[in-house]
């Protein structure tokens, strides 16, 4: 590993608010994944004995039921690992799309780039909202074209930061070495111009993972994306909003859940940035 | 009589993932009114870390320990107040890129004149017409019209001729010079030295000319201090250093300057491997794996800075 | 000497928006031998560098190459051809991909140019070139910041000669770098020279260094060839006042007692450079026809291009005033 991966990892283990993200995100995911196997009920199995149940680590339901006697714990998992899920996709296909995208227009320039550019504009004016309803009114709501519709626009704000990043190596003396030594446009892009440029890309993924998850978040509350019998924060906040004079931990529960993430998040996104940039300066 | 400059056993180190990062230790040097002091040295030598600490310029993970006097004041460890009266105005100081020391949206004029307004207590409209005159004898043409412009606006050479005027402009008692001539051509750096030059016999001020350029140095300076790997190893008067070199390093490193008038060589003359990086541990004479003379007792035991006051060197088989 | 020359450069002209960075350069480079550029900052040197391998695209000219225009022949042919023109850059860990092993960073010309060769022979073939530059094999596994200023060079002219070119363009290889590894820099450019009978184009701002690498030396003012001389000739009896006064600048050790004035400022504004001679404002033996004519390089004796109106004078020092 090249030293300043080493430095950049050194400074982030030395800020303690980083490494406690970290670790708390760590610990969410591991919770999600594995913490259905702590708790024998599943998402779909309707408790009438406990509908509407207080969360108490007595009974089997640790963080309650709803109003239909579905565990809350499990449903709040698995709503947690939907969040995840997509806040790994859709980071993943940004970052495919969009490094590429933004490479090869920051280093062909010319007409290329602004070709590739407008096209950029062009999505990115687009309401984001409207376009996800627009794609449901025609597709039907299905779990696939949320992570789609998402995973579309993510990618473009990635692929301008990568473009700028290209445009300011570009002038970098070892790219015109590797142009004098014979390397063709495609080898330049991949061996020199995009390992230079990981450093943003990776604080910027991580940055709008959490970004991801809360559009989703708010996609599933307006109605637009997870719905029954599925779960995801979202659905389980919009259901909890409506219950929360009686049952307010229906609530609080995926609500923090999801609070925590994000924030986690955000400060080891923050973190990270914090470690890379010094180096870069 | 006082020295101009006079600084004892100065240490400067910084801290290092590894440890503690020497940039400067054990030096010892006394510069007298009006005299030309020559600091040669290459990579490693510590040489700019040396007058940065005099200027209190160091970073804050610097720590310094030693004396630096000034006029006999002591500097190290003294009040901002007290330093900033005498920064500036009489203990002054130029660098390599003059681009980087002007601020680069203020007009030249609001920056030479404020250092008058400040220094010196002349009004804004006083010390513009002071900064007029000082930048005609840098030779900078149409002197006037130059106040209002920007540093952009200028020629490397000429921001150069501006950052000496700007500490010229209170009259210092010393000027230190770090790689002044560096980052210019030939034709301009020798217009540079002829400023210099120029402002010693005018004003009488002494020079601490720092640069890794023997012949920039030998032009200039009456003293030489040679400096290798933080510390000073040879310190005598240009002449006699020139012509006979009593350091190893200091005699190769003068066989190494490529020479216009000598006869032309078929291969160059080299010095075998490089300076130490700053922070190797050097428990001997930092140049014994460099040096054709080294012996046993090179590798084990570290010379000191010793001889006459004009004639020193730390070597344990001076030439 | 062969007599056909390896490298014709005729009519070269790079403009930068409205300012001309090289007029109209004509030179000729011959198989193995050391030519030094020189002039200070904005003469063009590293423009010239630059239009060579068409890292840039000059106005007009011609770079012909083994009978190849470099710069018309289209990029696969370039591509094909950069096998035997290779570049030195200044600033050693600049040049460098700091994402990419030292040894990846050698490699790579082989992985271009000879595809068949397998990663072992790969392998082989750096090892053998990081031990002929003075640095060791386990070296290829590390990355250009964990190595000095002079080690980095090396590294690049490893690069830069792993594939035996004819050619070797130095921009400036060595002014970075300490003078007392400089030394060892030159050295290892003129073994490497002698061994693989590569031309060397050394640009450089150092006259002293250029005096004892060079057989043959071209000097450039504001984009233009003012003269071109053998070595010996050209430091021993400077003729264009440019010259002259270039070498007259260089701090001598010890010094001369009576150093000459230093060479005033340039005062032309830069659209007047085009017409009548661009040194005109700074030479103390100019005259009136210098302002309305250019002067053209011309052979003045065997070898020796001068760009003067009265470089015929100079060969008669006494008509000098000194």
Avoid at chain 1, 54 to 68: C, E, I, K, V, Y
Avoid at chain 2, 114 to 142: C, F, N, Q, T
Avoid at chain 3, 51 to 76: F, I, N, T, W, Y
Avoid at chain 3, 91 to 110: F, K, Q
Wanted: hydrophobic share 50%; with cysteine.
């Amino acid at each position: 590993m090249s030293a300043s991966a080493d430095d950049a990892i050194r400074r982030l283990r030395a800020s303690p608010a980083a490494v406690f993200a970290f670790l708390i995100i760590v610990a969410v995911v591991i919770i999600a994944l594995f913490g259905p196997w702590l708790n024998p009920n599943n998402t779909q199995t309707l408790d009438w004995l406990h509908v509407a149940a207080a969360p108490t680590l007595q009974s089997a339901h640790w963080f309650g039921t709803d109003r239909l006697g579905r565990d809350l714990y499990a449903r709040t998992l698995a709503g947690a690992r939907v969040s995840i899920a997509i806040g790994l996709v859709a980071s993943t296909i940004s970052i495919l799309v969009g490094v590429g995208y933004g490479a090869i227009a920051g280093y062909i320039g010319g007409r290329t780039d602004h070709l590739m550019m407008r096209i950029i504009e062009i999505l990115s004016g687009l309401p984001l909202i409207f376009f996800v309803i627009f794609l449901t009114v025609i597709f039907g709501r299905s779990e696939s074209l949320l992570f789609i519709s998402i995973g579309a626009v993510g990618w473009l704000t990635m692929a301008r930061i990568v473009r700028g990043q290209t445009l300011s190596i570009r002038q970098q003396e070892f790219i015109a070495a590797a142009v004098a030594g014979g390397a063709g446009t495609g080898r330049i892009i991949a061996k020199h111009v995009v390992p230079n440029v990981i450093g943003p890309v990776i604080v910027y993924a991580t940055l709008t993972v959490p970004q991801i998850i809360l559009f989703e978040s708010f996609l599933s509350f307006l109605g637009l994306g997870i719905q029954e019998p599925g779960a995801s924060l979202g659905s389980l906040i919009a259901e909890g909003v409506g219950e929360m004079e009686a049952a307010p931990w229906m609530l609080l529960v995926p609500g923090s859940f999801l609070a925590v993430l994000l924030l986690c998040l955000n400060i080891f996104g923050d973190g990270l940035r914090d470690a890379l940039d010094v180096k870069e300066a | 009589m006082v020295a101009t400059l006079s600084i004892d056993d100065l240490n400067v180190s910084f801290a290092h993932r590894t440890g503690r990062l020497e940039a400067v230790a054990g030096a010892s040097l006394r510069i007298e009114p009006q005299e030309c002091v020559g600091v040669v040295g290459e990579s490693g030598s510590g040489k700019t870390q040396l007058f940065l600490a005099a200027m209190g310029l160091l970073t804050r993970q610097a720590q310094v320990s030693g004396s630096i006097r000034f006029a006999g004041n002591e500097l190290l460890g003294a009040k901002a107040a007290v330093l900033n009266r005498v920064r500036g105005s009489k203990l002054t100081m130029i660098f390599q890129d003059p681009m980087a020391s002007l601020t680069p949206h203020l007009r030249i004029g609001t920056q030479l004149a404020e250092v008058l307004v400040y220094h010196s207590g002349l009004s804004w409209k006083e010390g513009r017409s002071a900064a007029a005159r000082m930048l005609d004898s840098v030779r900078i043409p149409d002197a006037t019209r130059r106040l209002s412009q920007y540093p952009y606006e200028l020629s490397g050479g000429m921001r150069q001729r501006v950052m000496l005027a700007m500490s010229l402009l209170c009259k210092p008692d010393l000027l230190i010079a770090d790689e002044p001539t560096t980052a210019l051509d030939v034709t301009l750096q020798a217009q540079i030295m002829e400023l210099l030059r120029a402002a010693r016999g005018e004003t009488g001020m002494a020079l601490a000319l720092i640069s890794h350029d023997l012949g920039v140095i030998a032009a200039l300076a009456d003293r030489i201090l040679v400096m290798y790997a933080g510390r000073i190893v040879e310190n005598a008067a240009a002449p006699e250093l020139l012509r006979r070199p009593r350091h190893p390093y200091t005699a190769e490193l003068l066989k190494c300057v490529p020479s216009l008038s000598g006869p032309r060589l078929a291969r160059m003359p080299t010095l075998a491997g490089q300076p130490p990086q700053p922070g190797e541990a050097l428990q001997a004479c930092a140049f014994a794996p460099r040096c054709p003379r080294a012996a046993a007792r090179c590798r084990v035991e570290r010379p000191a800075l010793g001889g006459a006051p004009m004639s020193q060197v730390a070597c344990h088989f001076p030439l | 000497m062969t007599n056909a020359p390896l490298l014709q450069v005729r009519n070269l002209r790079v403009e930068f928006g409205r300012r001309t960075a090289v007029h109209d350069v004509n030179f000729d480079l011959f198989a193995a031998e050391a030519v030094g550029l020189v002039g200070e900052s904005g003469a063009g040197k590293s423009t010239v560098a630059r239009a060579l391998l068409r890292l840039l695209s000059p106005e007009q000219g011609s770079v012909e190459l083994g009978g190849v225009d470099l710069l018309k022949c289209p990029p696969a042919e370039m591509r094909a051809q950069r096998r035997d023109l290779q570049i030195v850059f200044q600033d050693p860990l600049a040049s460098l991909n700091p994402r990419m092993t030292v040894g990846d960073a050698i490699a790579e010309p082989l992985v271009i140019f000879e595809p068949q060769l397998t990663a072992a022979a790969r392998r082989g073939k750096v090892a053998a070139m990081l031990e002929r530059v003075g640095l060791t094999a386990d070296m290829a596994s590390r990355y250009p910041h964990e190595f000095s200023g002079g080690q980095c060079q090396r590294i690049g002219i490893a690069r830069a000669v792993v594939l035996k070119p004819n050619l070797l363009v130095c921009d400036e290889a060595v002014s970075s770098l300490d003078v007392s590894i400089q030394g060892q820099i030159i050295n290892l450019l003129l073994d490497l020279q002698q061994e693989m009978g590569m031309a060397i184009l050394f640009i450089s701002h150092n006259l002293a260094v250029v005096r004892h690498l060079s057989h043959r030396v071209l000097v450039m003012y504001l984009g233009k060839l003012v003269e071109v001389a053998s070595c010996e000739a050209l430091f021993a009896a400077p003729v264009h006042p440019y010259t002259r006064a270039l070498l007259a600048a260089v701090p001598r050790i010890p010094p001369v007692a009576d150093a000459p004035a230093p060479l005033p400022d340039r005062t032309l504004a830069a659209d007047s450079i085009t017409h009548g001679c661009a040194f005109r404002d700074r030479c103390p033996y100019a005259l009136p026809l210098c302002e309305s004519s250019d002067p053209p390089l011309l052979e003045i004796t065997a070898g020796r291009w001068v760009a003067c109106h009265r470089s015929h004078e100079t060969l008669n020092p006494l008509s000098y005033a000194e």
